[in-house]
């Protein structure tokens, strides 16, 4: 059975940090591109940042300069930094994890954790 669990959102003032981690198992987590993703109140989800099985990175730019991903292949978990918080930065954050082959893609997506950013 796949999990992804979510922590370390909470409530932060504008121009603070947060460190998201995602902890997976059931997968075999150095196989896949991980990311997260964000759904505001009213909109859709969006990708903020992605990091593929070889370690690339790939940010929305809304975040760029202030939000790194990162991987532990080691311990099966994956983090979003994020820095100078903004109001617009609210929303649930979710984990994915991605992995793609000739055949079939096979995607799986965590509870999501609240963030939320007050001016």
């Known amino acids: 059975q796949v999990q992804l669990v979510e922590s370390g959102g909470g409530l932060v003032q504008a121009g603070g940090s947060l460190r998201l981690s995602c902890a997976a198992s059931g997968i075999i987590f150095g196989d896949n591109a991980m990311g997260w993703y964000r759904q505001a109140p009213g909109k859709q989800r969006e990708v903020v940042a992605t990091?593929?099985?070889?370690?690339?990175?790939n940010y929305a730019d809304s975040v760029k300069g202030r939000f790194t991903i990162s991987r532990d292949n080691a311990k099966s978990t994956v983090y979003l930094q994020m820095n100078n918080l903004k109001p617009e930065d609210t929303a649930v954050y979710y984990c994915n994890a991605r992995r793609a082959t000739i055949i079939k893609v096979n995607a799986y997506w965590g509870q999501g954790t609240q963030v939320t950013v007050s001016s």
């Open positions: 990091i593929t099985s070889g370690g690339s990175t």
